[in-house]
């Protein structure tokens, strides 16, 4: 069974313009990929929301994952606050795995971003997520949280943007996308019970 560590943002720090931040709506999307995964029979693990990144990227290595998948909103620097708009996908340029997830994640994320068009494959090696991990890693922003449009299009689209990551999970691992017996918005509540 393949492994994943999901690593929403744990940027409280970093507010949305109309209510909330950046660490509370990506665990939410995070929250809502887990029984798409449960579901196709992929397992998982999360980040703590109080780990620090050094703690989050040795946690993910010590599980020794499959693929680690951060999930975070961007903002853009002050002369440009609200202006940017797009989906950003980060991947290390010498992982082979990491570009195959990371454009399966772009082509999926087209099909529901309003503009395909700013759907971005971004090479780097400068974000800890990406260098550090040992296992294959994307980390994808979103959208602009500073922008009003891309913070409303992501407050409506928790589902729709958890749905597709969890799709492109299981494509990326060549498994069947298997939808839940019980939704997203029920699963907490009802594995509880």
Do not use: C
Request: charged share 20%; hydrophobic share 35%.
């Amino acid at each position: 069974m393949p492994k994943v560590y999901l690593s929403p943002s744990a940027q409280e720090y970093n507010p949305y313009p109309n209510g909330g931040n950046e660490e509370y709506y990506m665990n939410l999307i995070a929250d809502a990929i887990e029984p798409y995964l449960e579901a196709s029979g992929i397992e998982f693990v999360r980040n703590n929301p109080n780990d620090t990144l050094s703690q989050t990227i040795s946690n993910s290595n010590r599980e020794d994952v499959d693929l680690h998948v951060a999930i975070h909103s961007n903002a853009a620097g002050e002369n440009l606050k609200g202006k940017l708009s797009g989906t950003d996908i980060y991947y290390n340029p010498v992982s082979v795995n990491g570009l195959k997830f990371a454009e399966i994640l772009q082509n999926n994320f087209k099909t529901i971003y309003p503009n395909p068009d700013k759907v971005n494959l971004m090479p780097t090696t400068s974000l800890a997520e990406i260098r550090r991990t040992v296992a294959p890693s994307v980390l994808i922003e979103t959208a602009y949280h500073d922008n009003p449009e891309d913070e409303q299009w992501i407050k409506d689209n928790i589902q729709n943007i958890a749905r597709v990551i969890a799709e492109s999970i299981t494509e990326y691992f060549g498994m069947p996308f298997v939808e839940p017996m019980i939704s997203s918005q029920d699963y907490e509540t009802n594995s509880i019970i």
